[in-house]
């Protein structure tokens, strides 16, 4: 695997991290039912069951990125393409949205820098084949 796909994806996982603060910070916990609900099964605390499911989404994203992208394991494009699918949905959910309701949504500002990062690097996979 090439260097510049390795570091698409570490890139991916740390726009991930700002994306998760973007949500964070305004609260996408109190707006949108999927992130109260996930975060309800970790707290009953919203607030603090969103974080801690976004510190363990970034933990395992670096996992991802030491254990399988980093070294060449034969598994890290499986990985990869998992990551590639979910940014790729945050990347069209965010802004179709924030259109739908006609105001910002929480994550829309860093959701088209996820889309273009997961696009280049599905289109690197593609091409390594």
Known sequence: MEKKTKTAFLLLVLVQAAHSVEEYVY????????????SGLVSDNLQLGFAILNVGFFVVGMWVYFARVRPGHQ??????????????FNGIGHPAIAIVRGEYFPGLLTAPILLAIALYLAVSLVARR
């Open 75 to 88: 598994s890290a494009a499986t990985f990869m393409w998992i990551w590639i699918a979910v940014e790729i």
């Open 27 to 38: 609260r996408l916990y109190d707006v949108f039912a999927p992130a109260q609900f996930l």
